[in-house]
Each structure stands twice: as C-alpha cells, then as structure tokens.
C-alpha cells in the first residue's frame, strides 16, 4: 500500500489552507534627518545616518 492521501481534498478545503500565504507590506518609518522612509532599526540609504548618527558616508 503506498502513503498518500485518503480521499479528495475540495477546492474550499485547499483553499483555506492556502488563505495564509499573503505577503505583508514592509513597515516604514521616516528618518529623523533627512524624511526617507526606511525600514525600522536599518541605515538610512540616502543620508546614511542611525539614530541621528552618520553611520555610512554618502555622496
């Protein structure tokens, strides 16, 4: 006998297993200096900058 599923699954059944895979939005804060929005607790790409101190020198 192999392994495997028993009987059918229906469609609903399927998809409310699949009803979790939704993606979430990144949260997004402003950068104290210069306003970007940057993920929380990272250096901001454009001043460089974290926690009003300059972290990375940028052009």
């Known amino acids: 006998m192999a392994i495997g599923p028993k009987g059918k699954h229906s469609k609903a059944r399927r998809n409310k297993r699949r009803a979790n895979w939704k993606l979430t939005p990144p949260n997004l804060v402003r950068c104290s200096k210069c306003g970007e ?23």
Do not use: A, Q, W
Not at 37 to 59: D, I
């Open 37 to 59: 929005l940057v993920m929380p607790h990272r250096v901001c790409k454009s001043c460089g900058t974290y926690k009003n101190k300059v972290v990375v020198e940028t052009e």
